[in-house]
């Protein structure tokens, strides 16, 4: 039982806390809980709530443009995932190795992740342009007579998001491993020198294990930051061609904010939840088995 | 001149035999900020007739519009007066929120309007939109690359034979190298592009009831006439070798000799033309299925609606018929957009004489014929925009003019997934 006197204690500590509370339930906890509770009803924004179960979810199940927006997330996530962890070790590891003008480099590969998304989006959609743009300009000078239409080409328009988003987030991800680069005793890399150990052999039996609880962090924002992509499909592909690029998280804004599909965006909210909780756990699982405790 | 032309307004609104009322704010929802700019003289003479009333007058960007009044509609907060497009007025009426208008209507002598243009605005039998201006589709065709090629113009006696053979001469590759400098024609699957074809060789994507996809035979027959520009006589490019470029540019650089779209697209070819080379436009060539008499003009109309939750059910009526009729001059709607009130319509200021293109009164000669729109609840979805992530019917003539799918394929998975968007 809470006394008048503990009452008296913790009111101004309770006080200072009501309005980060209140913010949470109000614009987090109610709004997860009430997107819930709409998972299982029809709602056009401008209508009545109609409770419709789990018709929502079976049809998500059945529909075959859902299955083709999971198909894409996941071949998404199996780009980007690795792409991006594959592109930051490197520029963290050439950064670590003292690379000269290191700090200058540090903030050049930086700066795309704060640049903002929209202006980088539009410079890459001139870029990918089937008859103007740069790269297909470059792939011509190089012999290859017929390039691809990027953003046209249902084939490559998913691949074309993942090469921005990964372009753009391998500084975030960089500088997350380069700290953890930095933990690393130097004395272990001289041993091994000694030893004779070349440099990949000193790569993959130092830095990879000694770096793998740095990795095991990356890896598992990268796979939720996968899932959540959205503005750069938004400015370069809007999910076309013919849904190529329609990744979970587009189709959600897209039922929600677009078609005013509440009941079913819900219902597809929280399926993008299970399934990036599943990966989570199942990476959780798989831990001890390659991170160096 | 500003004093007068407000005055002439505030003229014109009296007419309206508005009563005055004791301090009113009327509130409207515009869905383009240009456009209630156009506006504000017309807001103003209603205000100034209406002693006490007040127009509380907001505009957005139409990407944020329906947004927001969805928001608006859930928090039962609408204004009393709002933008509304052919698009979304069945799925704003069926669900309660505007006010049928059937009433007023009765009072208003609706032989001054466009009959065509008061249709778009009737859900089930009743009005629930009232139209400020239509536009329709048309063929834009570039004079000089005519000229060049020695070809005729377009009229209206066109048949789909002659257009293909003028598409095919219009076709330029200078060099040779399998990219033409100028296309003939240039369209890819979008509804401006695609859909007036097919109304005008009698066809329909949906059934008379707008309940379910079901493609006529001439609908199909158009489609594969489209296609076959791109696919055999190689004289309309694949959308996807034109990806970069702003589809509203393509005729106006010079990069295709015809194009078909909405009649708004004559202040975007001014702009983009300039004087780099004579235009005009035409009539879409009527299909082989089709006599002027079973042929329909595709148009749509931008309309206003009162909301059901008003308190000033009248005074919104008076604002709207305002805005839509007697208090409107013919400069408010420049380029493609025709005043749906006749009288203005007819003004000779509205043909803007002495700029291109020099045939405006094709306009006011195809609103007196059946007009249709093709939109259905959902339109957007299962045509391609909306939720669709440019797929449905956008994203699969895309796939068959980029040589990727069958035409009979494409149109079997646009069928299938608009019928199971309509089925929900």
Redesign the interface.
Known sequence: MVSARDLRRYAPAMLFLLPAVAGLLLFRIIPIIWAFALSFAEWRIFDQVKWVGLSNYAHILSSPVSLQVLGNTAYYTAIYVPGVIALSLALAVLLNNGLRSSAFFRGAFFLPYITSTVAITLTWRWIFSTRFGLLNHLLETIGWTDPPAWLADPAWALPAVAIVAIWKDAGFFMLLLLAGLQTIDPTVYEAARIDGARPWRRFHTITLPLLSRSLFFVLILALVRSTQTFEITYALTNGGPNRASTTLSFYIYQNAFVQFDMGYASALAYLLCFVTGLVTLINFYFRRRWVYE | MKILRLATLAALAGTCGVAAQEQVTLRYMQLSVPALEAERPVIAAFEAANPGVRIEAQAMPSSEY??S???R??AGDLPDVMAMSSAFVQ??AR???LSALDEYLAEVDTGAFYESALGFGQVDGSTFAFPQNWVAPVLYFNKDAFDAAGVEYPTTAWSWEDFRAAAKALTIDENGDG?PEQWGFWFDGRYTNVEPWIFRNAGLLLTEDRAAIDPTPEAIKAMEFLVSLVMEEKSAPM???????RPQDVFGLGMAAMWVDGSWQIDNNRQVIADQFEWGMSEVPLGPDATEETARVYAWADMLSVTKDSAHQDLAWQFVLHMSGPGRQASDFPGGKVPAYIPVAQDRAWLEEGMLPAEKSLLLEMGGKAAYSGFSD?W??WRGY??????GMN??L??VL?G?KALDDALAAAV??GN?ILS?
């Open positions: 329906w947004r009044l969805s928001a509609a859930a799925q704003w669900a309660g929120n990219r959308p996807k070798d034109l990806e970069g470029i959902d957007s979805a909306g939720a669709s992530g440019s797929g994203g699969e895309d796939e980029n990727r299938a997934y199971d929900r």
